[in-house]
């Protein structure tokens, strides 16, 4: 059986990167970037005023002038105007600074009477002062957002000032979230007693898209050799992703490996030492396609996509990884067996500042509804029993931060 870290190294090991697409740039926010964007222009692209006054000439002032006639206003937009000497021009936030002119005073500190602007007596004036100088952000040219660059809402505002409409970005992979069980009835559907509301196909896909993968669409197949052939055969045809859930374990029905096998589809591995998800399954099909059978258990599935899928999917479109990120558990946890332990957690802060993982206890690997209250899960290595408050762990959150 692999360990987590084996498991994982040869998923990416099976992983291809995806191709590249242009897209328009209100639509790239979450996609993985697959280009240089480089400032169009310096920024600011003029020395910018920041304050709304008058701008008029240190060399004036320093001559003892206190008292100056209204040349013209400029506002944002407007042309930069020429000030002539002696002279001082009503200026408002975001203008460039008039030529000639490198003091600014606000508004707040003058008073004008017959078109003269005179500086308030006690009020010390210093040269440049509320100017955003041009290029001081950066020049023209500047690598502002390199490959692989997940992009953020803040990275939008970079986008559009470069003054780009259309952006290269990975190729958000075509994926099926296949749910397997005879037992499994969607929702709107009516339900027997002993019968289960096929609950893992929403979270999957929703965890999926929460990453920014939005081709996922779903089919359920219930636990028969011929049909499950039929299905996944289809889904190989149609997806570059296929993430099953069910059917991996040693019961008689669980019959993806097998099928899976049948299609051509190579398996990587079966089985993780872990809890939950031991008997995670993965393989490769024929033309490349990443097959994940996840097990059917809500918290294994979860865990499962979260730990392996989502990371193999960022791999392919060549996403810069985030840091990892570490807690301190903020109370103790013992696991006896000799498995890598995923053990969902909330998180906390504390007066000193320190980010604490409490231990959230599911009900067996089905009990989907305390991962709720959860933010991620911590991993607790194998082969160590007890784990006191405070231990440093590894986090992963759910959806996880823009790296
Ligand atoms: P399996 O891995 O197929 O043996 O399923 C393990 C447990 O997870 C069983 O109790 C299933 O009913 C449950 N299960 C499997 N698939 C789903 C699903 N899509 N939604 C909710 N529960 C599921
Ligand atoms: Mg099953």
Not at 132 to 150: C, E, N, Q
Not at 364 to 386: H, K
């Amino acid at each position: 059986m692999l360990t987590t870290a084996e498991a994982f190294d040869a998923i990416l090991a099976a992983v291809a990167p995806v191709e590249t697409e242009t897209v328009a740039a209100g639509l790239s926010s979450g996609r993985v970037l697959r280009q240089t964007v480089r400032a169009e222009r310096d920024q600011p692209p003029f020395d910018r005023v920041m304050m709304d006054g008058i701008a008029f000439a240190w060399s004036d002032y320093d001559a003892g002038q206190r008292d100056f006639p209204v040349q013209a206003m400029q506002a944002a937009g407007d042309k930069t105007l020429t000030l002539k000497g002696g002279h001082c021009i009503e200026i408002m936030t975001g203008a460039s600074l008039p030529t000639n002119a490198d003091c600014i005073v606000p508004v707040e500190r003058i008073t004008v009477t017959n078109g003269n602007a005179v500086i308030e007596a006690d009020y010390s004036v210093k040269k440049d002062r509320f100017v955003h100088p041009r290029g001081s952000d950066y020049a023209r040219g500047a690598h502002l957002l390199t490959p692989g660059k997940t992009l953020s809402p803040l990275d939008m505002a970079i986008i559009a000032s470069c003054g780009l409409t259309e952006v290269e970005v990975a190729v958000d992979p075509v994926i099926r979230v296949i749910s397997t069980g005879n037992e499994l009835v969607a929702a709107g559907q009516a339900i027997d007693a002993h019968q289960i509301r096929l609950s893992n196909g929403p979270a999957v896909i929703s965890l999926l898209e929460g990453h920014g993968y939005r081709r996922c669409e779903h089919d359920h197949i219930a636990d028969d050799v011929d049909r499950l052939r039929d299905r996944l055969r289809q889904h190989l045809d149609e997806a570059s992703v296929l993430v099953l859930s069910g059917g991996v374990s040693m019961g008689k029905a669980d019959y993806v490996p097998e099928v899976l096998a049948s299609l051509g589809v190579e398996q990587v591995f079966h089985r993780v030492s872990q809890r939950p998800g031991k008997p995670l399954w993965f393989g490769k099909g024929a033309q490349g396609q990443l097959v994940f059978a996840l097990p059917g258990n809500p918290v294994s599935a979860l865990v499962c996509c979260r730990q392996y899928v989502v990371p193999a999917l960022a791999n392919a479109s060549s996403a810069t990884a985030a840091a990892p990120e570490f807690a301190a558990l903020a109370s103790s946890v013992s696991f006896k067996p000799s498995l890598t332990c995923f053990q969902p957690v909330k998180l906390i802060s504390n007066a000193a500042g320190q980010v604490l993982a409490m231990p959230v206890k599911t009900n067996t690997s089905g009990d989907f509804a305390a991962l709720s209250a959860t933010d991620g899960y911590v991993e607790l290595p194998r082969d160590q029993v007890d784990f006191p408050a405070g231990t440093p762990v590894f986090l992963q959150r759910w959806i996880a931060r823009y790296p």
